[in-house]
Each structure stands twice: as C-alpha cells, then as structure tokens.
C-alpha cells in the first residue's frame, strides 16, 4: 500500500538509511496515514544516536532542543523533522517526565515506552510497518488501548488520561477495557500535570466528534480538575422544560453546538451555577432563579484556574451570563443586543440559545427553535442594512453637540447617548437634520 510520505521526510529516511543506521517514521504520523487523514508532523525514529545524526546532516539547518533526550530536529524546504534516537526510559518521579532516558539499538524496546498501541506503529521507507503491539488491529477496531500495564502508563505521565480521553473524543474510539478502568483509578494522576497541558487537551477533546460520550463516561475526570462540576453531575432538574438532569442536559447542549471551542465551552459551563441556585415550590417544580450570573462567576473561576486566555475567558463568561436572555424577533430588541454585544457575539448567543434549547424536551421547543432563526434572519438584515448601532454610526456626534453649546465633558456622551437609544427604539429616524434639532432643544433646555 503507497502512502503519501512528504519529500522531507523520504530524503532523511534515505539518508539514514545511506549512512547504514535503521530509521523509521513513528507514532502519530503513522498512526494517522493508516487512518486515511493527512498528518501535522513528521516524526521519525533510529538506530543512529544524536551525534551520528547530526553528522548525517551536517550541511542542513539543525536544531538541538531535545539532545538530552536523543533528539535532533532538522529543517527541510523550511519544515522541522524530529529525528529520535531508540531510547528507554528511567523513572517518572515528578509522573510527567523520565528522570533519565538509556538510548538502545532495538526499535521494539523504544516503542514499549509509548502510550496507546494506535502510536507505536513504524513505518519505513516502503511503507512496511512495524507494529509488535497490535496498533493496526486497534485502529481497524477503533480502540484507544494502553501499551502494557494501563496502571503504569497513566503513573508514569497522569497526562495521559486526558490523552486517553482526548484521542476517543477526536476519533470516535472507545478505550478498551481494562484502559478504561485504568483511566478512573489513576484520574488523580492529574494533580500532577501542569494547568496549560490540560487546557490544550480540553479544548482538543471537546472539538471531538464524540465529546458527548466522553464527558458522559467520565463525569469523574473531568471533576478531578474542575471539581464545581460535581454537583451539577448529580443535578436533577423537575421541571417543564427538562426531559433530563443537569449533566446529561449539559452534554446534549455541548453536542448540539457547532464544533467551536467557545461555544463548546460555553454550553459545558453554562448551568454550572444551577445547583446552588435551585428551589422547589409547593407543586414539586424545581425552579433555578438567577443561577445566569452564579453560572457566570463561576466560569470564569475555572478558566482561570485552567489558564484560559483572557480572550476566551471573557467571551465565555459573557456568553454565560446571558445565556438565558429573553430575546424577542422585534427589530428593536436585536439592535439593542447588537448594541450591547457587537455582532460576533450576539450570533453566537443566537448558537447557544439554540444549543441550550436542544438540551430540552424536545416537544416544547420547537416555537423557540423558529423564533430564533427568525431572529437570526432579521439581525442579519439589519446588518445588510447597515443600520444605526453605535455612536459612530449616528449622523451627528460630538462636534455636533459642542458646536450647539453644550460644554466638552460627560454631558456630551450623555445627549449622543440619549440619541443612539432612541435610534434603536426606532423613535426617531437616523436623519442629520432631525438629529441637530433635538441636539439645540437640549442645548436650550
């Protein structure tokens, strides 16, 4: 079978291979050429130690980042390629990083160090594999499996059970077995891993295409680091709207949003506030008054605590503070909440009202699904219309207002304010000459 290797890469194959030292294309690369998808990086293993390979391209760009470990990267037409020596390693003590790495002449003995058997495939130059674990079995049956003893593997780097998670959300694989219970047991693992690695996972996983069924097999993972989910995991919710309890409520609405790690985010925080708010009135309905703002506040805790960017932070929390606004398809409320949110983020409060609204019973929705495409539609519009919005969209500003003899300062935003407002409520037209009048009556006033 002919698989689509780049250039760069046959050239290094090729001229390890001319020196008289084994090499290999390893791990991910291969992992996802047998998977028909078009690798990101080109990771190439051998029987040649650091030295050896540097001496192999001595007259190409090299990078000498990872020697300690036995890796060379070296740069082809522009593009990096990480060549590792065979290597073993000593023990995790810190759980994320071998104390010490033993480099050894057999490639079987480097690919027992990995983790999941999908990455312990090698491949030469013919495309002939090496596969002493099965990994070709495990990606035709679709199984994320642990290469040896599960136990050891998540103790030795804890994470690897975000990995684990991630890599069954982003390929739709189930984790075998005794993977699984491995996954559970060793969760603690990651207290060890640093903030910034489990964000990246996170935001990979919950792209997935089976998130749902990851975040649904395992609420306690995802409560090792972000323990606030532990209520809502256990969260029942009796009420009119809700066919559902409050985590299985909150994995259909993370299904339902478009695949964008925002809005993912957006709906997998966006009731983590419900629990603390919740009442129950004399008829047994539970009832969750002002749990938006809770919700809010809460969020942006976790991001915090994950090390989220400042961008995504803010973005999701006010996506979550409003979550639950009472948006009407009247033009004079879009251009309000197109004015208080700017257009991204009122298109994508529009994303998470219908998320949220597939999260429910469905035979009650259905009003509230057509509503908002009709809002959609009518705020597209506004915008094909460029109507007033802003202050700078108003026909007159503050030179205007000075120039009637209204002092510099506070007053001035005051009577633009005034005017945008009334704008938007489509009390008066966005005419200039309207616009002055009303400016000198109150310069008058």
Request: proline share 5%.
């Amino acid at each position: 079978m002919k698989f689509d290797i780049p250039a760069g890469a046959r050239k290094i194959l090729q001229t390890l291979a001319e020196a008289g030292f084994e090499a290999y294309l390893v791990g991910g690369c291969v992992r996802d050429l047998l998977r028909g998808v078009t690798p990101h990086d080109w990771d190439i293993c051998t029987f040649a130690r650091p030295e050896e390979t540097e001496h192999c391209f001595a007259g190409q760009r090299i990078i000498e980042t990872g020697l300690k470990h036995g890796t060379v990267t070296v740069l082809v037409e522009g593009e990096p390629y990480e060549i590792t020596t065979y290597r073993t390693e000593g023990p995790y003590s810190d759980s994320r990083r071998p104390d010490y790495v033993r480099f050894v002449p057999n490639l079987t003995e480097d690919l027992t160090r990995r983790d999941f058997t999908i990455n312990t495939i090698a491949m030469d130059l013919d495309g002939n594999l090496r596969d002493p674990f099965g990994g070709v079995h495990d990606i035709k049956a679709g199984l994320i499996r642990c290469v040896g003893e599960a136990d050891q593997r998540f103790q030795e780097d804890g994470l690897r059970v975000m990995r684990a998670l991630r890599f069954a959300a982003v390929f739709g694989y189930a984790i075998e077995k005794r993977t699984a219970r491995a996954v559970h047991e060793n969760r603690a693992m990651l207290d060890r891993v640093a903030e910034e690695q489990i964000n990246a996972e996170l935001r990979k996983l919950l792209m997935g295409k089976k998130a749902g069924d990851v975040l649904r097999q395992y609420p306690d993972v995802f409560c090792q680091f972000w323990p606030q989910l532990g209520p809502l995991v256990t969260l029942e919710q009796n009420n009119p709207w809700h066919c559902w309890g409050g985590w299985e409520h909150t994995i259909h609405a993370v299904e339902a949003a478009p695949a964008d790690v925002t809005l993912r985010l957006t709906m997998l925080l966006h009731d983590i506030g419900k629990p603390a708010c919740k009442s129950t009135d004399e008829q047994g309905i539970d009832h969750f008054y002002g749990h938006p703002a809770v919700c809010a506040q809460l969020a942006d805790e976790m991001l915090r605590a994950l090390k989220f960017d400042n961008k995504t932070r803010e973005r999701v929390v006010l996506l979550v503070e409003c979550h639950d606004a009472q948006l009407q398809p009247r033009s004079q409320v879009i251009r309000r909440w197109l004015n208080r949110l700017g257009p991204e983020a009122f298109f994508q409060l529009l994303e998470v009202k219908w998320a949220d609204s597939m999260g429910q019973d469905p035979k009650k929705v259905k009003d509230r699904l057509a509503e908002l495409d009709e809002i959609k539609a009518k705020a597209e519009q506004i915008l094909a219309e460029r109507q007033c919005l802003t202050l700078k969209d108003l026909a007159v500003d503050g030179r205007d207002v000075i120039a009637a003899g209204i002092e510099p300062g506070p007053e001035v935003g005051r009577v633009l304010g005034g005017l945008l407002k009334r704008v938007l409520n489509e009390d008066i037209p966005n005419e200039r000459k309207i616009l002055l009048k009303l400016i000198d009556y109150s310069s008058r006033k």
